[in-house]
């Protein structure tokens, strides 16, 4: 395992930015190779940090390679490293994330990125009913210092159903309940980054909490695992 980045890692994506090519990356793949290596001990050291106060089930780190099949941006390769941490289902719902991507674009991310229709119905309709709660929650001085406000999509009045009028409006209309906090390249590279990303993820524990249990039980709080 590792707590720290190799330094090597924003200079080589400065690079691949500048020569997002197969014929560069082929000749260079070794290069990567070593950095990769580094960098999923890196991940796995976050993943040892989060099972000391979480459950996850498993670590996905994205492969370099982007899916052009669909895209208009036909560049081979992504110039960031991403990976998610997935929480054991049924009873914990959620995730986490962290980009390491230079020009300090560098990110950790948490929550729900793109809810199951069902869910995001039950989460919308928790909200309907009571919003005292997710309030509370969100203004938590620990929590907001730390993640600040929600991020994420959103239609523009209402969903269908919900009237554009109600007073958790502003938490209804979002498609999306996400958290992001930036990172400068420096504070990447720093001995701490690795403290302060488990301080964050410690620090979403309540949200989480909360929104497992509005998604394993029905409108009348019975239980659905």
């Known amino acids: ?25 082929n000749e260079n793949k070794p290069e990567f190779k070593a950095i990769e290596v ?29 899916d052009v099949r669909f895209s208009k941006n036909k560049l081979p390769y992504k110039t960031h490293f991403g990976g998610s941490f997935i929480r054991t289902k049924p009873k914990l719902r959620g995730g986490y994330y962290l980009q390491i991507q230079p020009n300090n674009e560098s990110f950790i991310a948490t929550g729900f990125w793109e809810p199951a229709p069902a869910d995001l119905l ?10 005292s709660e997710i309030r509370e929650i969100l203004n ?38 996400i958290f992001t906090k930036k ?19 410690k620090a979403i524990r309540p949200y989480f909490d909360y929104m497992s249990d509005v998604l394993t039980t ?8």
């Open 1 to 25: 395992m590792s707590t720290v980045l190799p330094k090597s890692v924003f200079p080589f994506f400065k690079k691949l930015e500048e020569n997002n090519n197969r014929d560069w990356f």
């Open 38 to 66: 580094e960098v999923k001990k890196f991940y796995n050291s976050v993943l040892e940090n989060l099972n000391k106060h979480d459950d996850i089930d498993k670590l996905k780190i994205f492969r370099i390679y982007r």
């Open 122 to 131: 039950r989460m919308r309709k928790e909200f309907e009913m009571d919003d």
């Open 140 to 177: 938590n001085k620990k929590l907001k210092s730390i993640w600040g406000a929600f991020v994420g999509d959103e239609v523009k009045t209402a969903p269908k159903g919900f009237s554009k009028d109600h007073k958790a409006i502003d938490l209804i209309k979002k498609k999306q309940y």
């Open 183 to 201: 990172y400068t390249d420096k504070e990447v590279l720093d001995a701490n980054f690795i403290n302060d990303i488990d301080i964050a993820f």
């Open 218 to 225: 029905d409108l009348n709080g019975v239980s659905l695992i």
